[in-house]
């Protein structure tokens, strides 16, 4: 019997195993899962997961852990691809067929190592501290402003906790969208009574009875801080075993095949995928790319497809009353106009004459035709 193992038992890992399994009933199946958990979903961690309204029971992901063998905690701490096998601490996986699932964990800051009252939010153990903290500090500061960072923001305004999020770039979400709607989220941040601290750097922490951070110019006094300042892929278990991009990730073919490797995928945050319409390799951390790029890659290793992954890349951010939808790839080097939309608000981001990606604010309607405009505008 075919022998599928997979590393990482979150979104990514279990959406491959439930695809493989409905493909192949007859497949041998195996997440090897680090944390001590059925798999579950993290997007609500940062929002709904924190005010209360998403009970933990919710953030599990349907099916977790059946029609597979789901073997947690059990990370893996390396590759022998000589034998085909993942090895374990004190035992080995053999495979036919590997998906590598692993996703990415927090950059840490040195400064700050995680404890008591600084949180890095990745994982469910995370949240719950998080939102057990909001219920009992006053003061939260936030380092980093992405999206996570501006939505642990508006979830801990909403459980009236005084927030000050400090982001080192002049605006928020910097890298991700332009000028214009980066300004859109900062006002509705500060409407929401969010302090922001832009184009500074917290350089000092002086713990105590009071904990106090600083800039060197400015000190905020403060229960509790949560740090955001981007993820890594996790690939250190590989110690160089695949093959990795610029980017970190994984380096993946269009099919979903480690570079090299027929037998092979990788999928979610830990992917490099190259991607066919923007013609280079591409790394999201993206819930929707996550379960396609899944699905993707199982086909091409059971050998019940062989096309390129073409979907156009999809991604939001709920930040209370304000819906940001990114499709394509919508980076802030590239030129930002907005156009009218029937609700809400539309921006499109070219480069050249190629529109290579969109922000939809609030224009849930929208979307569809202008995910379809955005492909034909690719594809030509
Ligand atoms: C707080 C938060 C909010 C988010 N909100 C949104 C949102 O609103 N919209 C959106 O589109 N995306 C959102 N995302 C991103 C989305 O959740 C990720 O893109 C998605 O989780 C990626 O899934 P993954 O399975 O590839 O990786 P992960 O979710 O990182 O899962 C990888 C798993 O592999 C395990 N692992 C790591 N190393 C090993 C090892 N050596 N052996 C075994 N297991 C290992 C990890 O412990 C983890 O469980 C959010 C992410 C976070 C953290």
Do not use: C
């Not at 893996?76 to 996703?103: H, I, M, N, W």
């Not at 000028?179 to 601290?197: F, P």
């Not at 590989?238 to 093959?243: E, I, N, Q, S, Y």
């Amino acid at each position: 019997m075919t022998r599928l193992v997979i590393v990482g038992g979150a979104l990514a890992g279990h959406r491959a195993a439930v695809h493989a399994r409905r493909i192949d009933p007859e497949l041998d199946i195996t997440v090897l899962g680090a944390e001590d958990e059925l798999p579950y979903q993290r997007p609500p961690l940062s929002k709904g997961f924190l005010t209360g309204d998403v009970p933990e029971n919710r953030v599990r992901l349907r099916g977790a852990g059946e029609g597979y063998r789901l073997l947690t905690p059990a990370p893996a701490v390396g590759l022998d691809l000589t034998r085909s096998e993942v090895v374990l601490e004190g035992a080995k996986e053999p495979f036919d067929l590997l998906v590598v699932a692993t996703g990415a964990h927090p950059r840490i800051l040195g400064k700050f190592p995680p404890g008591d009252q600084v949180i890095y939010l990745r994982t469910l153990k995370d949240a719950i501290r998080l939102r057990d903290a909001l219920g009992h500090n006053r003061h939260l500061t936030i380092i980093g402003g992405g999206f996570v960072g501006a939505e642990v923001a508006m979830s801990a305004r909403h459980r009236g906790v005084d927030v000050v999020l400090v982001e080192q770039s002049q605006h928020l979400l910097s890298r991700a969208v332009g000028s214009r709607v980066s300004r859109i989220v900062e006002t509705h941040l500060q409407d929401n009574g969010v302090t922001l601290a832009l184009g500074r750097e917290v350089t000092q922490e002086f713990a105590g009875t009071q904990r106090l951070i600083s800039d060197g110019v400015t000190t905020w006094s403060t229960d509790l801080i949560v740090i955001g300042v981007g993820v890594v892929p996790s690939t250190e278990w590989l110690d160089g075993a695949l093959p990795t991009r610029d980017d970190g990730g994984i380096a993946v073919t269009e099919f979903g095949l480690v570079a090299g490797f027929e037998q092979i995928a990788a999928v979610g945050d830990v992917a490099s995928w190259y991607h066919p319409l923007y013609g280079r390799p591409l790394r999201f951390e993206h819930f929707e790319v996550a379960t396609n790029q899944a699905q993707h890659a199982v086909e091409t290793l059971l050998g019940r497809g062989n096309t390129p992954y073409q979907e156009l890349p999809f991604g939001w951010s709920d930040q209370g009353g304000l819906l940001i939808q990114f499709l394509g790839v919508p980076q802030s080097d590239l030129i930002e106009e907005e156009e009218s939309a029937e609700d809400g608000r539309l921006f499109l981001y070219r480069r050249n004459e190629r529109t290579e990606g969109a922000i939809l604010l609030n224009a849930t309607d929208e979307l569809t035709a202008v995910r379809e405009r955005l492909i034909s505008t690719l594809m030509s």
